[in-house]
């Protein structure tokens, strides 16, 4: 990408640089407050999570995500989302001869983490074609790159087939406050955890989470991970001995986070404003847009190789994230963030429609 990056910023506008989903927005000061006092952290922060914090992850999903039922043994934060990603195959004791599923357009994090572990990934969305050496399956609902949301249909298919398997399932649910198509405009996004999925049974299954995009706390690797309590346990175990600890600061800005609504509100209005300039811009500029009916990003393609169309873009002073970044099966695609000031969207708009 260095080349390309270099073409965009050489733009006498300046570069616009959609290729990562890192937030722009301030993080709300409710947050920040919260953080500053709590700058006397004299002990060891707790592994497990604080009781404060731990309450506020349960009551958060039981409000936000229609997850009832949990108590403390089925939550526990984590360093952000990407660490427990790359480390759960190996945490959980996976190997050669073990098979690691996830999306197939997919963060490329996962497929690290299996190689990690020395397990084998394998890109599929279809159960079906999941194997009997299949120990770990990752599902990512709404999709990075593409938008993707799996229904409560979907969602239980997996969950089913995984049982069958006897494998860990884990759903990746990062952005499910940033729904913009029906009926995610105004429906709940469905969670793995959600009661008409798992039917009164979290054996196995795992839901994670981050505060990064929905509260712009990015810079402070807050994220969790909630569902069957003897995962859970063997996590907090393995964390416990590698000294894999949120620090105490970090775990009162979660809580704080977690009880605040309002600020995760007016962030997923700044990223719709965003959106509804961009999208109609991309299409005037011949790219169709798949899928992207959530999340943060725009998935398109204009039909020729992904990095014609990369080179095309930086020549507009706009970089984006090559298709080939999220697996072999589309070539074709780029991904577009919406993780750039309004100037700087509408500039990206502007020069699309030129």
Known sequence: MVPFAARARAHEGGIVDLSIGSPVDATP??????????????????????????????????????????????????????????????????????????????????????????????????????????????????????????????????V?????????????ECYAELGWDAPWSTTRIPSILDPRVIRGNRDNVLAIYSLSKQSNMAGYRGAFAAGCGDVLGRLLTVRKHAGLMLPAPLQVAMAAALGDDEHVDVQRERYRARREVLLPALREAGFRIDHSEAGLYLWATEGVDAWASIGRLADLGILAGPGPFYGDIYPEHVRFSLTATDERIAAAASRLRS
């Not at 089913?160 to 990746?172: F, H, N, P």
């Open 160 to 172: 089913d087939r995984a049982r069958e398997l006897g494998a860990v399932i884990v759903s990746d």
């Open 29 to 158: 000061g409710v947050i920040q407050r919260a953080l500053a006092g709590a700058t006397d952290a004299h002990s060891y922060p707790q592994t497990a999570g604080t009781p404060e914090l731990q309450r506020a992850i349960i009551a958060w999903y039981e409000r936000r995500r229609g997850v009832t039922g949990l108590t403390e043994r089925n939550v526990l934060p984590t360093i952000g989302s990407k660490e427990l990603v790359a480390l759960l195959p190996f945490m959980l004791g996976l190997g050669e001869g073990d098979t690691v599923v996830h999306p197939r357009a997919a963060y490329p994090t996962y497929a690290i983490g299996a190689a990690m572990a020395g397990a084998t990934a394998l890109a599929s969305d279809d159960p079906a074609e999941w194997p009997a050496t299949t120990k770990l399956i990752w599902l990512n609902s709404p999709g990075n790159p593409d938008g993707r949301v799996l229904t409560v249909t979907e969602l239980t298919s997996a």
